[in-house]
Nanobody
Framework: QVQLVESGGGLVQAGGSLRLSCAASTRTFSNYGMGWFRQAPGKEREFVATISWSGGSTFYADSVKGRFTISRDNAQNTVYLQMNLLKTEDTAVYYC???????????????WGQGTQVTVSS
């Protein structure tokens, strides 16, 4: 079992920045591909970014490319999402997930955190 705990969400004005963190309770953190997803009210959970086991490969949704950066620290069992130039449409609950794969698909993730709310005001 892997427990994931997200933090760092909050209220920010458009154009601002936030850094999300996701701490994992597992000794085998470096075995997992990690991803960030988000879910806005009335919408399905959607892919935001993913990072490979070593951090050498990253992939982003087109909507966040150039504004968001995913990174990980395997010594600290933590994955991060740096979000810059935030837009109102980035408002959502953000979830981190752990997968045996490096995937953009929700159903290929085995473990999820509880989510953290990000609200971007205009």
């Amino acid at each position: 079992q892997v427990q994931l705990v997200e933090s760092g969400g909050g209220l920010v004005q458009a154009g601002g920045s936030l850094r999300l963190s996701c701490a994992a309770s597992t000794r085998t953190f470096s075995n997992y591909g990690m991803g960030w997803f988000r879910q806005a009210p009335g919408k399905e959970r959607e892919f935001v970014a993913t990072i490979s086991w070593s951090g050498g490969s990253t992939f982003y949704a087109d909507s966040v490319k150039g504004r968001f950066t995913i990174s990980r620290d395997n010594a600290q069992n933590t994955v991060y999402l740096q979000m810059n130039l935030l837009k109102t449409e980035d408002t959502a609950v953000y979830y981190c997930g752990a997968s045996w794969l490096v995937s953009t698909k929700v159903d290929e993730y085995d473990y999820w955190g509880q989510g953290t709310q990000v609200t971007v005001s205009s």
